[in-house]
């Protein structure tokens, strides 16, 4: 298939050509068997190699993610910054969690261990092609397990160079990379020597996962899907920071983030003002170039994201921010769009598919609420559970919500975006399982196995 830069389409990106998942498996297998052997130290040792690598080649990556799917260049540059720092997270997170333990008050002298699985697939996303991939990679190269990453096609050619940079770190056969659609990423997940599998996308594709996994009880499989995020904006709340912390976690990566912000309950009696203050911060997100530093809002992924926000704006609801698809920005042809923002009734709200369903562009709807308990029912009243921001000064008021909030992130006068790499990152409900975001997934890249001897 044909691939074009989202942000101008009259370059042409190399295509994609479909790898060979049974002899990466074949080589990942083999691989397993002396790295399983080896130390924490010594495989520390690969992932600083790696580290020195991929730091030496922050530019290039950035800009080839910019390239390929329309980050923005300064948020590129973000993502590359935190796969670098990703590595002493990593490293931290193995020598707490892979240490082995002892229980006292047990009977007979005994051992609690983590014990590599295997090969673990891993399969990524556009949005965040190297450094949502990266996470689940460096945790499982720590606990012993081979690896085998398939990024998206739509970031092919800079996770090739990551792939590269990565693999040459290694021994040989220990990270294998494979390019392809979801074909490959099928059967690399239900391969019967792929023991782990971790996957970043959307719900479909999950749940084609699952399926395609679920004969196998022993494979384990985490998967980080989407998001239909709130941020509550209580009456007593800091408008200016509550309206400036939706226009960012709205467009940021153009709104194709799992934790992007794309629903706003806020009370009524300070809608009108919020509402203005939105659309005036709103004004600093304009359409540019992504390869510009001073780009904040670049073009969407592809011509079917685009097709897909041009229905949703396409609605007949309440545009108080109209949005708007552009076909060019300064004379470059490419999947631009507007932010758009709608505003839904409270008595329909809950049903509405704007309300209900992942857009993955900057689209916000604005819902009116009348009470803590109202906004916490429709910030609840979807099938996602990743993240949920609520504006309020009061602490105590702050805690007792986040009791009833269906969320595995809940941030007080923070976007929803915020999520750093210092901290357990996942989802309830459709947004996932395994938790295999931010700190600790080490825990999810190995079994368990209890060891006792006798007196």
């Excluded at 990266?134 to 190269?141: N, P, V």
Aim: hydrophobic share 45%; proline share 5%.
């Amino acid at each position: 298939m044909t691939r074009f830069s989202p942000g101008n389409l009259s370059i042409e990106l190399p295509a994609v050509v479909d790898g060979e998942v049974r002899a990466a498996v074949e080589r990942a297998s083999g691989a397993f068997v002396g790295w399983r052997e080896t130390t924490l130290a010594e495989r520390e040792g690969c992932l600083r190699r790696a580290q020195e690598r991929l730091a030496g080649k922050k530019e290039a990556l950035a800009y080839g993610i910019a390239l390929e799917t329309g980050k923005p260049i300064t948020e590129a540059l973000g993502e590359i910054g935190a796969v670098v720092v990703k590595i002493d997270l990593a490293i931290a997170d193995a020598r707490r969690y892979l240490a082995e333990q002892t229980e006292a008050d047990c009977a007979n002298p005994n051992i609690i261990r983590r014990r590599p699985r295997g090969v673990a697939g891993v399969i990524g996303p556009f949005n965040f092609p190297v450094h949502l991939a990266h996470g689940a990679i460096t945790a499982y190269l720590l606990a012993g397990n081979t690896v085998i990453f398939k990024p998206s096609p739509l970031a092919a050619g800079v996770c090739g160079v990551y792939g590269e940079l990565m693999r040459e770190s290694f021994p040989e056969g220990v990270f294998e990379i494979v390019q392809g659609g979801a074909s490959v990423g099928q059967a690399l997940v239900s391969h019967p020597a792929v023991r782990s599998v971790c996957f970043t996308g959307s719900v479909a594709a999950g749940r084609a996962i699952a399926k395609a996994t679920a004969e196998d009880l022993s494979k384990d499989v985490a998967l980080e899907l989407g998001g239909k995020n709130a941020a509550i904006v209580c009456a007593d709340a800091d408008l200016e920071l509550a309206a400036q912390s939706v226009a960012e976690a709205m467009c940021l990566t153009s709104g194709q983030r799992c934790n992007s912000t794309s629903r706003v309950l806020v009370d009524q009696r300070v809608e009108s003002t919020f509402i203005d203050l939105l659309r005036a911060k709103l004004g600093a997100f304009v359409p540019g170039d992504p390869l510009l530093a001073t780009t904040k809002l670049g073009p969407v992924v592809s011509d079917i994201a685009k097709q897909r926000y041009v229905e949703t704006i396409g609605q007949p609801f309440d545009w108080i921010v109209t949005g708007g698809a552009l076909e060019s920005v300064a004379g470059k042809r490419g999947h631009y769009v507007l932010p758009a923002v709608a505003r839904a009734p409270l008595r329909v709200a809950a049903n509405l598919p704007i309300f209900r369903n992942e857009v993955f562009a900057p689209v916000v709807v604005v819902v009116a609420t009348t009470s803590d308990e109202e906004a916490i029912g429709l910030a609840n009243a979807t099938d996602y559970g990743l993240t949920t921001s609520v504006f309020t000064p009061d602490r105590d008021r702050f805690l007792a919500m986040v009791d009833r909030l269906e969320a595995g992130n809940v941030y007080q006068n923070l976007p929803t975006t915020f999520s750093p790499g210092t901290l357990p990152f996942g989802g309830w409900k459709n947004s996932g399982n395994g938790r295999p975001g931010g700190r600790g997934f080490v825990r999810f890249a190995t079994d368990e196995q209890v060891v006792q001897m006798k007196k």
